[in-house]
């Protein structure tokens, strides 16, 4: 491996562009005859949809096409499971869902005609207690592709003997913790140019994470083959993770297949906050038992992520935090229960750190509290428990290599020992 | 309405809507992209340009209210052959991420540097606040000011 890079600092190639106000972000490209789409979304959490109509939207001049459910070919996207619509046809289960769309000569016409768009909503009651939700007597929010439970996901891990443990234990924190729901909030709103090119195939330029995938939902969700469709990635004004769903793709190129003309469709932030992924709130219940002289002995931990309306990553974001609800930490009786719950709150997905972020509230925060009951100091604790090479972890992973927590903490002893340690 | 506009040290007349704000003017109609468009409300700086040489929200003024006020937006800072020392410093120190609050940080940086070429910490901190980076380099894009306004000093 050539470690000459490491610790020199390489120019980006990318850099000069952007400092000249060069560099092109999707909103920047434009192709002559272009018109401009615009997305009704729903302002309900939860609703049945008795019509959409159109008609008044339609007769705006300057509308070139009105989109609804019934102009999808095959109406689903999902980077799991297809359980989001395009166009939602009849179940509304989160605001911001999108029910209509709109191409017209300008931006301006395209709101106005999303405006005139009816839709005859029956509002549901919303479920936005995940809790509520795991209920067995819950209304099933999506029962033909998740079936009669809003358990969308469940990873049980089991290791050791907790009795055992609990025996062991001189001390036991039992507590409570909850994290919020973030917006990645990335700079630049989604935008995206959809055009069918000189040989009859359809480009989306987009700033995505993932260009392969959209190829694929794209292709999908069109009906067309994947070497009809082009994804072609601008440059990306920021995602942390929040550009791996689907946003506008499917829908500029729906319009752009179906007119033949190019669609430029831009977010507002508004309709950015509405429409991408959310980080997972998290409820997350501890009971961390150590002996007297500071070791850990049993860990039981239930971890509940709420998934929102779609499950997006979920499975994978509520498992990777059940694998690091431990946190770097030696346990040898350890009992998680990690759950993705779908509510109709916005849905959750990818964000930095993909749910390994969450549980780190609560593991150190018990950190703390057991040092606190047995006088120790925080440090202190921590070395007593950290991971090594040679530690198993609670989902049975020997560590071989590169595990450098204890070293690191013993760098900074001595800045602890000055300012950041309160004993 | 017809307006005539100086951007960039140049003079164009241009037909616009009253009520057309001056950012899609720059972007849409001069084809001036390096201003970008963040919030629209004034918020992220995005798309801050010179106006007079004081930084602004070009989506909170009107096209027709910059009639008579020398503009400058980032492609008017400098070039490949001629960079501007601010741009130099944002790419040698790393300051540039996805970039797009950077040509907004790089016009708040200059109209700071034009009237106070040896600002303290404090006073880039505070020339900046306005604008926004999400992907979070405010360490090192401080220091690419106070890099820039060493090299204008010299
Ligand atoms: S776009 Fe003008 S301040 Fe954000
Ligand atoms: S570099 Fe991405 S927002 Fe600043």
Redesign the pocket.
Known sequence: MNEAVVGTRIEREDGWGKVLGETHFPADVNRPGELYGAVLRSPHAHAHIRSVNVRAAAALPGVVGVFTAENVPHNAHGVLFRDQQVLVSECVRMVGDPIAAVAAETEKIAREAIARVEVDYEILPGLFDPEEAMKPDAPALHPDMHGPSNVLYHLPIRRGDMQAGWTKADVVVEKEYRTQMLDHAFLQPEAVLAYVDERGHLVVKVATQYAHYDRGEIAHALGLKYSQVRVKTMAVGGAFGGREDISLQIIAGLMAWTLRKPIKMENTRTESFLSHSKRHPMRLYYKTGATKDGKLVALEAKIIGDAGAYSSWSPNVVRKAAIHATGPYEIPNVQIDSYAVLTNNPYSGAMRAFGAAQPVLAYESQMDLLAEALGLSPLEMRLRNIFHVGSVTATGQMLTSSVGMAKCLQALTPYLATKGDAS | MNIELRVNEQDFRLVVEPDERL?DVLRNRLGLIGT?????????????ILMDGKAV????VLAAQAVGHELMTIEGVGDRLHPHPLQKSFVELGAVQCGFCTPGMILSAKALLDRNSQPSEEEIKEAMS?NLCRCTGYDKIVKAVQRAAEEVAR
């Open positions: 950012l970008k468009e963040g919030c629209g409300e004034g918020e992220c700086g995005a798309c801050t929200n070009s989506c909170l306005g």
